[in-house]
């Protein structure tokens, strides 16, 4: 509802008439009936301007209040930009009859979030309680009609728009909490670049936008919130269990499991493609862990990973396997060169000899001795330094690409002791995989027996078919298998969860690696 075009004499009017009619007015507002009314002037005596609602000041206080405002989730910049306008704008709880029932089915809505992992009072639900209660019995005992009604109508629009930003998308912004959190910076006599943040966050999950919000207050405003507050609900499998995870918890006053839960269902919170149907494979790095899962033949299974270590944090991505290299060479990423060879290692020709490692010039494509090179031209733009394949390549035998922006990649390894360990998170920021020719296997749909020794010859194991025994004498000069690709690209996520179900759908809980949780819960608790 528009206020601005009233006159304020409506309000006077309206009001004078409750009181005359004695609609909730203490008596003690009323110094004596009059016998005739003849003008707006007659009804002066009796009006108390407590209860007095003048527009313009109603906008005022509103304004004053969204300029006041310090935004402590993402959310609130939506009920800012709202009223802090110059022009009109239709109110959302304030009605000329009062604030109807949509306001207590919103407190209704805020008080249950406690059985979801939030407080109530992070909304200021029983602020808005008191005000409202004030202004439904005109006891305005501290403040005038106008600036109660005011603060009541910002608050429930704060509060309404926080919850369903947070229940349709997360009350945290996953990607802007998470790539801010590693500092890369320059390495010892690097110029020329200033310090940056590594992202670690790329699961591009979807965010509310001022189209969503500008929908909410609309659906609001015309009383359609009950269905759009169902719409925007938090759904599926995962979110139940962890929400019934959560309620048992809290029954059984397992505070620490409470707290797992809580974060786990903000994480849940999250938009973005989650793995279903098909084949994919699933690493929690939190856990350490790869699922492999294919529902159409209803098999899977597990093994250990290693992963980023806390300077190299592997980075949360979904992506697509699209091929398997067998033997491949390992690229030094430029963050290894600048940061750890070229420091230590510059013209230390044994050094390269016992990595096995050349530099290919790229404009020639010739080998070049990388003990030659000066610190400048390592870290240029102009060679590739690379380790040879073979068994102590540090990417092991098998590697599974996949397009991100990381170059990041699940391989095997040449330290298979790695695995017994039990914090694996040792890498430059790929992911180690325990058992690589399986998770290999599993890429194609139905192999050959001859196909299989065909990748197991490749990587210097026997074949175990007469098929690939026939072949190996047959073609004893054969060019070894180089790479393969999956008949349909496999979805891969690299995700972190301290608390998940597992395949038998009981809750586990896992070490929180990167201290994640803890970063979670500070935006969380500070909203």
Avoid at 60 to 66: I, M, P, V
Avoid at 146 to 151: F, G, P, R, S, V
Avoid at 419 to 448: K, W, Y
Avoid at 482 to 503: H, I, K, N, R
Wanted: proline share 5%; net charge neutral.
């Amino acid at each position: 509802m528009n206020l601005r075009p009233m006159r304020r004499c409506f309000f006077l009017i309206r009001f004078c008439f409750l009181l005359l009619a004695g609609v909730g007015i203490p008596t003690c507002c009323v110094k004596e009936s009059p016998r005739d009314v003849q003008a707006l002037s007659d009804l002066e005596p009796w009006i108390n301007p407590a209860y007095t609602i003048d527009s313009e000041a109603l906008y005022g206080r509103l304004r004053e209040q969204a300029r006041a405002l310090s935004a402590g989730m993402y959310a609130d910049a939506y009920a800012r930009t709202y009223y802090n306008r110059a022009t009109e704008y239709p109110l959302i709880w304030v009605t000329r009859a009062g604030v109807d029932e949509r306001a207590d089915s919103l407190l209704t809505c805020l008080r249950e979030t406690e059985s979801e992992g939030l407080a109530s009072g992070q909304f200021r639900v029983e602020e808005m309680q008191t005000l409202l209660d004030s202004a439904r019995a005109y006891a305005y005992a501290e403040q005038d009609a106008t600036t109660t009604l005011a603060k009541l109508e910002f608050l429930l629009t704060q509060a309404y728009l926080r919850y369903v930003c947070g229940q349709r998308y997360g009350y945290v912004r996953p990607a802007r909490l998470f790539n801010r959190l590693l500092v890369d910076k320059p390495a010892p006599g690097e110029v020329h670049r200033e310090v940056q943040f590594r992202a670690l966050y790329d699961h591009r999950s979807e965010e509310a936008t001022d189209s969503f919000a500008t929908h909410a207050l609309e659906e609001a405003r015309h009383r359609r919130m009950g269905d759009f507050l169902r719409e925007i609900q938090p759904s599926g499998k995962l979110y139940d269990a962890l929400k019934t995870e959560y309620q048992r918890a809290r029954t059984q006053g397992d505070t620490a499991r409470q707290r797992l839960a809580r974060l786990n269902l903000e994480r849940a919170r999250w938009r973005y493609p989650r793995p279903e149907e098909g084949r994919y494979v699933w690493v929690n790095l939190a856990g350490q862990q790869l699922t492999a899962v294919d529902t159409r033949r209803d098999t899977a299974f597990t093994m250990k990973v290693c992963c980023g270590n806390d300077a190299h944090k592997t980075p949360l991505l979904h992506s697509e396997i699209y091929r398997v290299e067998l033997n491949p060479y390992w690229v030094i990423p430029q963050t290894i060169v600048r940061k750890e060879i070229v420091p230590r290692h510059v013209g230390d020709s044994a050094y390269f000899a016992r990595n096995r490692y050349t530099a290919i010039d790229k404009d020639t494509c010739r080998e070049v001795d990388p003990a030659s090179l000066s610190a400048g031209q390592l870290c240029s733009a102009q060679y590739i330094l690379r380790q040879e394949k073979g068994a102590d390549n540090s990417l092991g035998r098998i590697i599974f690409r996949f397009a991100n922006d990381f170059s990041i990649f699940l391989h095997d390894t040449n330290n298979h002791g790695a695995f017994r360990a039990r914090n694996r998170a040792i890498s430059h920021g790929c992911v180690r995989v325990e058992r690589p020719l399986d998770l290999a296997l599993f890429m194609l749909d139905e192999p050959t027996p001859l196909f299989v020794d065909r990748i197991r010859m490749a990587i210097d194991l026997p074949p175990l078919s007469t098929e690939g025994e026939r072949y190996r004498q047959e073609n004893p000069e054969a060019k070894p298998l180089g790479s393969f690709a999956p008949s349909e690209s496999v979805p891969v996520w690299l995700d972190y969860w301290t608390l998940y179900p597992d395949g038998e759908g009981i809750m586990q809980s896992y070490p929180d690696t990167y201290g994640y949780d803890e970063v979670l819960e500070q935006a969380l608790t500070t909203f």
